[in-house]
Nanobody, 124 residues
Framework: QVQLVESGGGLVQAGGSLRLSCAAS????????VGWFRQAPGKEREFVAA????????WIADSVKGRFTISRDNAKNTVYLQMNRLKPEDTAVYYC?????????????????WGQGTQVTVSS
């Protein structure tokens, strides 16, 4: 089993930055694809970013492309989401996920393990 714990969320003004972390425990995730999803009130959970197990491949949602970056430190068993130039529409609970994704890293049901989420609120 893998436990994922997100941290780094908070309140920030539009144009600001936050760095989310997702620490894994219980098992190393270096062989897993990792992803970030978010869910705003009254909306479906949506894909934000993902990275393959080797770190060579990344996928970024169009809505955050050029502003968000996903990275991983396998030695620390940790995944990061650097969020720059934040907008009010980025406000959501952000979740990290990991799994042996066979295809469709942008699909939430491909992932086996999820964190509890961290709130990000961007004020205008």
């Amino acid at each position: 089993q893998v436990q994922l714990v997100e941290s780094g969320g908070g309140l920030v003004q539009a144009g600001g930055s936050l760095r989310l972390s997702c620490a894994a425990s219980g098992r190393t995730i270096w062989r897993y694809a990792v992803g970030w999803f978010r869910q705003a009130p009254g909306k479906e959970r949506e894909f934000v970013a993902a990275m393959g197990w080797s770190g060579d491949s990344t996928w970024i949602a169009d809505s955050v492309k050029g502003r968000f970056t996903i990275s991983r430190d396998n030695a620390k068993n940790t995944v990061y989401l650097q969020m720059n130039r934040l907008k009010p529409e980025d406000t959501a609970v952000y979740y990290c996920a990991a799994g042996r994704v066979s295809s469709g890293v942008t699909k939430s049901d491909e992932y086996d393990y999820w964190g509890q989420g961290t709130q990000v609120t961007v004020s205008s």
